[in-house]
């Protein structure tokens, strides 16, 4: 039926603008969460903005919208990732077991992501708000326990290496140490692995238990 001349028309609703999506379909946390993904699932040499933005459902374009590089969105996963780094026994534990506490909680989460072990230890920490604090709270604990300001840093950095390549070797083919038919060329290797494998305990484990006891009694003993 037609409609009068005098009757009032219905508005029409509002055109939505091409490009914006109807809610927040993107945001920072959603992006490091999906980047974090899929370098776990195909290696950080696939993390690309485009690679990203396909996972994502969305334009490369809409991407820049919030991460403006790959450095940044490198340093986006870098807080993400250190966020789960259990540091909270500076503030209140003797620096060891804090220290022991956070190599232990610091080797798990790294453990779970080793790809970005070698993106992480060389990237910037100016950019990730998460990961400066950890350093804070640890760097914090030192300064409680006495240590001096120049000694810090190189200590920090110690721990970190070894933690680094524990987490490395804690993903590492159990058979890495087999030797099989030529074990008679290098007898004392051999004799020693088997020796471990006999105690029944995780290799990687113990690894890290003896290395990071080692470490701390030689950082504690030195202090002074």
Request: hydrophobic fraction near 45%; charge should be negative; charged fraction near 20%.
């Amino acid at each position: 039926m037609e409609t009068s001349a005098g009757a009032a028309k219905t508005p029409a609703a509002p055109r939505r603008k091409a490009g914006r999506p109807r809610g927040e379909l993107l945001s920072r946390s959603k992006i490091g969460t999906a980047a974090l993904d899929l370098v776990g699932e195909k290696g950080y040499d696939a993390l690309t903005m485009s690679a990203l933005a396909r996972t994502l459902g969305v334009s490369a374009s809409a991407l820049y919208n919030h991460v403006e590089s790959k450095q940044e969105l490198l340093q986006l996963i870098q807080d993400l990732v250190m966020d789960g780094v259990d540091c909270s026994g500076f503030a209140t534990r003797p620096l060891e077991e804090a220290l022991r506490s956070w190599a232990v909680s610091y080797r798990d989460v790294f453990a779970r992501h080793t790809p970005l072990v070698p993106v992480i230890a060389v990237l910037q920490v100016s950019g990730s708000p998460r990961t400066l604090q950890m350093y804070e709270e640890v760097a914090a604990g030192f300064a409680r326990a006495g240590w001096d300001g120049p000694r810090i840093i190189p200590a920090i950095v110690a721990l970190e290496s070894f933690i680094f390549g524990s987490a490395m070797d804690a993903v590492a083919p159990k058979d890495i140490f087999e030797v099989r038919s030529v074990a008679d060329e290098v007898p004392a290797f051999s004799a020693a692995v088997d020796s471990q494998r006999a105690t029944g305990h995780d290799a990687a484990q113990d690894a890290f238990s003896y290395g990071l006891d080692a470490l701390l009694r030689g950082l504690l003993a030195g202090r002074a």
